[in-house]
């Protein structure tokens, strides 16, 4: 049967800022308090959107969260008016208003793990929002997230949603930031290869030193479970601790995978050389490994311009296209590189290159903003079409971010209760035209 792949991008929220929130994340701790730009940011991401949608791709869109998230910071016992509740934070604990106010939502690699129906037992598509327990300013996502992936992909027959797995450091769930999905054409079944940073219940297992590994092994098992997949067609590879270490704090930063091509970085994996053999030998032989040596570029040069935070697309059959940051061009080795890699016998033969600086100085790459989604022909039928883009759609949003978004943002803004009103009034807004029903806590 044919499939697609589709890319499903969060939109960029109102709330955008640079808090510096995400310890292990050099470029977000790098920024901290400089101003941002949350009108520039979500008109960025759309843009991408709109530049997947008009090459062919199929390209959807996932509302953001409620921020400032009063319903959280009541819960943390301040009280009275929501103007209140935000002063209240603001005084007592300014760090926890801040993340009561982050827009990471927008990077939708880590909003939920997908499983085709090519893969599950079932036929059906499978997703469990992330937990995202290793920080509480996304720790706060998934209820909305899993509203908002239900309201997105609302047919039962066609689509099972799951709770995020139980909020706690031995279950900890990235989503998507370590999932890849490998096959030879979309609607065949595939090989998923879950991608850990340790080993929840075992001390004795390698593990990071300076920061932290968010994804354990406990909690790849369990979502494999879940979605019900054929355990024969599970991978599992352990992240390298050295580069977590560096600044690596998700897969999608040192690697990414599309159909038979893994693209990565020499020390992505610990025992990479069985990881490399067990892809081989599920695709027969028929498996690409492009893998950038140590000494031709370092750690330093990948994270610094997310060369691996980039989109691996099948533009036409016969050849994959990467759609990189501004950042990777800026950088001679990695510009370098990637000429040298598009003109040598392999699957990759082009790039292209977005400009997604606001979202580069808060750490997400193109591959951050995306969730990719497998979907058969009549199971695409099934997806609210209201969040599919289109040239009008893309009109409505452009013009709908021109309306209610600032130009300017720093963390003294987030306890204006102005801009409550302003993100509310948005996300009304938003959900009529995304047909999403009422998925934040203020509309019900």
């Given at each position: ?15 955008h ?7 292990g994340?050099i470029?977000?701790?790098r920024?901290?308090?400089a101003t941002?730009n ?6 960025q ?7 997947l ?6 390209q959807?869109v ?15 016992g301040?009280?009275g008016s929501?103007?209140q509740v935000l002063?209240q ?11 009561c106010c982050?827009?990471?939502?927008m ?8 499983s085709p129906?090519?893969?599950t037992l079932?036929r059906r598509?499978?997703f469990?929002?992330a937990?995202?327990t290793n920080?509480f300013h996304?720790?706060?996502e998934?209820d909305?997230?899993?509203?908002i992936?239900?309201a ?11 709770q ?5 450091e031995h ?6 930031a370590?999932?890849?999905?490998f096959?030879k054409?979309y ?5 998923e290869m879950?991608v850990f940073?340790?080993?929840a ?10 920061f ?8 790849s ?8 997949l054929?355990s024969?067609d ?7 601790p050295?580069v977590?270490?560096?600044g ?5 930063v ?12 020499e020390?992505?994996y610990?025992?990479?050389d069985?990881?490399?053999?067990d892809?081989?030998r599920?695709f ?10 140590s000494?031709?570029?370092s750690v330093?040069?990948v994270v610094?311009s997310?060369?691996?935070?980039s989109?691996?697309?099948?533009i ?8 990189v ?5 800026q950088?001679?080795a990695v510009?370098s590189?990637?000429e040298?890699?598009?003109?040598t016998?392999?699957p990759?033969?082009?790039f292209e ?5 606001q979202s580069?100085?808060?750490?997400g790459g ?6 990719r989604i497998?979907?058969?022909e009549e ?8 969040t ?6 893309y009109q409505q949003?452009?013009?709908w971010?021109?309306k209610?978004y600032r130009?300017?943002l720093?963390e ?5 209760p102005?801009?409550l ?6 996300l009304d ?6 047909q999403?029903?009422t998925v934040?806590?203020?509309?019900r």
């Amino acid at each position: 049967m044919r499939a697609f792949e589709a890319n499903f991008d969060g939109l960029v929220g109102p709330t955008h800022n640079y808090s510096g929130l995400s310890f292990g994340n050099i470029a977000s701790s790098r920024n901290q308090a400089a101003t941002s730009n949350p009108k520039l940011a979500a008109k960025q991401g759309l843009a991408k959107m709109k530049k997947l949608a008009d090459l062919g791709l199929v390209q959807g869109v996932l509302a953001p969260q409620e921020r400032p998230d009063i319903h959280t910071l009541r819960r943390l016992g301040f009280s009275g008016s929501d103007a209140q509740v935000l002063a209240q934070a603001a005084q007592q604990m300014p760090r926890v208003l801040a993340a009561c106010c982050s827009a990471s939502s927008m990077w939708t690699a880590n909003a939920a793990t997908v499983s085709p129906s090519a893969d599950t037992l079932d036929r059906r598509v499978h997703f469990t929002p992330a937990n995202l327990t290793n920080k509480f300013h996304r720790s706060i996502e998934h209820d909305v997230t899993g509203r908002i992936l239900k309201a997105s992909f609302p047919d039962h027959r066609y689509f099972v949603h799951h709770q995020a797995l139980p909020g706690v450091e031995h279950f900890g769930d990235e989503g998507a930031a370590n999932h890849t999905r490998f096959c030879k054409d979309y609607g065949d079944f595939g090989i998923e290869m879950f991608v850990f940073g340790r080993y929840a219940f075992d001390d004795s297992k390698p593990k990071p030193i300076k920061f932290p590994a968010r994804h354990t092994f406990e909690a790849s098992e369990s979502i494999a479970r879940s979605h019900r997949l054929n355990s024969q067609d599970v991978i599992y590879a352990q992240q390298n601790p050295d580069v977590i270490d560096q600044g690596v704090f998700h897969n999608d930063v040192i690697g990414v995978g599309n159909r038979n091509l893994l693209f990565c970085h020499e020390q992505a994996y610990l025992n990479k050389d069985k990881l490399y053999n067990d892809l081989k030998r599920a695709f027969d032989g028929d498996f690409h490994v492009v893998e950038v040596a140590s000494d031709r570029l370092s750690v330093n040069d990948v994270v610094g311009s997310y060369l691996f935070n980039s989109q691996l697309l099948n533009i036409t059959d016969d050849h994959m296209t990467l759609l990189v940051p501004e950042e990777c061009q800026q950088n001679s080795a990695v510009r370098s590189y990637l000429e040298e890699v598009v003109a040598t016998d392999n699957p990759i033969g082009g790039f292209e290159v977005m400009d997604l600086k606001q979202s580069m100085r808060n750490g997400g790459g193109p591959a951050c903003l995306r969730l990719r989604i497998v979907l058969t022909e009549e199971e695409l039928k099934a997806v609210n079409p209201s969040t599919l883009i289109n040239d009008q759609l893309y009109q409505q949003l452009d013009q709908w971010i021109e309306k209610h978004y600032r130009d300017q943002l720093s963390e003294n803004d987030l306890a204006d209760p102005q801009l409550l009103m302003e993100s509310r009034s948005a996300l009304d807004e938003l959900t009529q035209i995304l047909q999403l029903g009422t998925v934040y806590p203020f509309q019900r």
